[in-house]
T-cell receptor
Framework: AQRVTQPEKLLSVFKGAPVELKCNYS??????LFWYVQYSRQRLQLLLR??SRESIKGFTADLNKGETSFHLKKPFAQEEDSAMYYC?????????????FGQGTTLQVKP | EAGVVQSPRYKIIEKKQPVAFWCNPI?????LYWYRQNLGQGPELLIR????????DSQLPKDRFSAERLKGVDSTLKIQPAELGDSAVYLC????????????FGPGTRLTVL
């Protein structure tokens, strides 16, 4: 069965510190992996997807198929990064729909 | 561009009462999703529509939940009768065939069943 695991419910760091939000998945095929973010009082929105291989707001994530991981990283955290982060998996490519979400990790960046 | 619209934003009902949620996706988005998000969990898909056809409703509890998207645009999700365990946030999302699987989410409806 497909599954996404985010082992940390809360990650608290100081401003300027490095951040790594962990995500592990189980899927036998070739998944698409995403990170979605929800800032306070805002709706859930896409942060980045692995196929784009881009940096968004200083965040990057590399798909490691050997370790079945898709950890989200940022070298220097900012207070505005405080939010709830969800890792999600989609089967196949293109608009095939169903996203399977992890439980989410709250990132708290302290001044 | 207007985002996904959902109403109501909040709903409080007593158990065994019916409730309905409405969603209007982004114009031109042919795929519409309903998710349920329990407290402290990530969203879980209930049903996915391609235009007016429900193509994935395997997670929809069909004894009490129903959904429709009659003209392939807006959609309604209904629960009848509601149970205490249905308290959750119900999210609607939409995507375009040109959107590389990016889903755009609405603000959600927070349902409380007393």
């Amino acid at each position: 069965a497909q599954r996404v695991t985010q082992p940390e419910k809360l990650l608290s760091v100081f401003k300027g510190a490095p951040v790594e939000l962990k995500c592990n998945y189980s899927y036998s095929g070739s998944p698409e992996l995403f990170w979605y973010v929800q800032y306070s009082r805002q709706r859930l929105q896409l942060l980045l997807r692995h196929i784009s291989r881009e940096s968004i707001k200083g965040f990057t994530a590399d798909l490691n198929k050997g370790e079945t991981s898709f950890h989200l990283k940022k070298p220097f955290a900012q207070e505005e990064d405080s939010a709830m982060y969800y890792c999600a998996l989609s089967r196949g490519s293109g608009n095939t729909g169903k996203l399977i979400f992890g439980q989410g990790t709250t990132l708290q960046v302290k001044p | 561009e207007a985002g996904v619209v959902q109403s109501p934003r909040y709903k409080i009902i007593e158990k065994k009462q019916p409730v309905a949620f409405w969603c209007n996706p982004i114009s031109g988005h042919n795929t519409l999703y309903w998710y349920r998000q329990n407290l402290g969990q990530g969203p879980e898909l209930l049903i996915r529509y391609e235009n007016e056809e429900a193509v994935d409703d395997s997670q929809l509890p069909k004894d009490r939940f129903s959904a429709e998207r009659l003209k392939g645009v807006d959609s309604t999700l209904k629960i009848q009768p509601a149970e205490l365990g249905d308290s959750a946030v119900y999210l609607c999302a939409s995507s375009s065939i040109w959107g590389y699987n990016e889903q755009f989410f609405g603000p959600g409806t927070r349902l409380t069943v007393l």
